[in-house]
């Protein structure tokens, strides 16, 4: 069966630019769309988010089919009849995303609610999609931008996944790519910082190698950078198209957690943000 990019809706602002990301998305790679409006009909399993809690007032399903309707005719609009499909749910968001993820791939929601009650359910859709999904899951935050795709790497399978991700999405796009290693050297060994930084890049400009090769017109550049990686990744977010990171880094409990980098891209950073987590038969 032919995979598409799954979009989740809603009735936000944020929602209609993520689905014009998985839009210009699914044109990039010839696949269809599959957008899902879902909604809770049980209010009771709304989770309390705030001191008294909060449940969402009740919207007629009219309402919500008519927006999945728009949702699908725009895809339609741009890929074709055939190129856009919808589901209207009634599910939670993020179990219903999750049912769907198995045919995609990849899925797009999108961020930033400016209803502090809706952006912190929204954060714990993300969270559980980019936990749970068996296929990349990107964050979309503010219109697409032109700009470097940044993917962060620590040698463990998940952030090799991604560094694969961040080469196909840059061949792809034509953008250029910056891969980066963060470290934090100790003070006590500053005798051997130098020494190891070297040891660093030298490990990662090898790592490298086949990727360049297997996409040569990828213009990558490598950096080694001291700092933790959240903080370093979330400060190049302010000019990059895509930061690219896999779900969990070193020490992470496989199906279980993200790491603490992805979680803090997830909140703060000012880009779209991908979090690729390694497939089951890997």
Not at 237 to 266: E, H, I, K, P, Y
Request: hydrophobic share 45%; aromatic share 6%; with cysteine.
């Amino acid at each position: 069966m032919k995979k598409y990019i799954l979009v989740g809706v809603d009735d936000t602002p944020e929602a209609q630019i993520a689905l014009r990301w998985a839009v210009d998305a699914a044109e990039q790679r010839e696949l269809p769309v599959r957008v899902v409006r879902a909604y809770l009909a049980d209010l009771k399993r709304w989770p309390a988010v705030s001191m008294a809690g909060y449940v969402p007032p009740p919207m007629p399903l009219g309402t919500l089919q008519h927006e999945l309707d728009e949702a699908v005719q725009y895809a339609r609009d741009r890929l074709g009849y055939d190129g856009a499909s919808g589901w209207l749910a009634d599910e939670d968001p993020a179990r219903a995303l999750l049912i769907e993820a198995d045919g995609a791939e990849m899925v797009v929601v999108g961020s930033r609610s400016p209803n502090k009650m809706a952006a912190a359910f929204l954060g714990s859709v993300a969270t559980a999609l980019a936990a749970k999904a068996p296929c990349p899951v990107v964050v979309v935050r503010g219109e697409r931008r032109a700009g470097t795709i940044v993917v962060g790497t620590d040698g463990s399978p998940d952030s090799e996944d991604a560094v694969a991700f961040a080469f196909e999405e840059a061949a792809r796009t034509g953008e250029p790519l910056r891969v980066v290693y963060c470290w934090q050297p100790q003070a006590e060994h500053a005798a051997s910082i130098g020494s190891t930084e070297a040891l660093l890049k030298n490990w990662l400009a090898e790592s490298l190698e086949p990727y360049r090769r297997k996409f040569p017109t990828v213009l990558a550049r490598a950096a080694v950078l001291a700092g933790r990686a959240s903080a370093q990744l979330n400060k190049m977010s302010a000019d990059a198209s895509l930061v690219v990171v896999g779900s969990r880094g070193r020490g992470g409990v496989t199906g279980l957690l993200l790491g603490s980098v992805s979680q803090s891209l997830l909140h703060h950073a000012d880009s779209p943000v991908a979090i690729v987590r390694r497939p089951k038969e890997s």
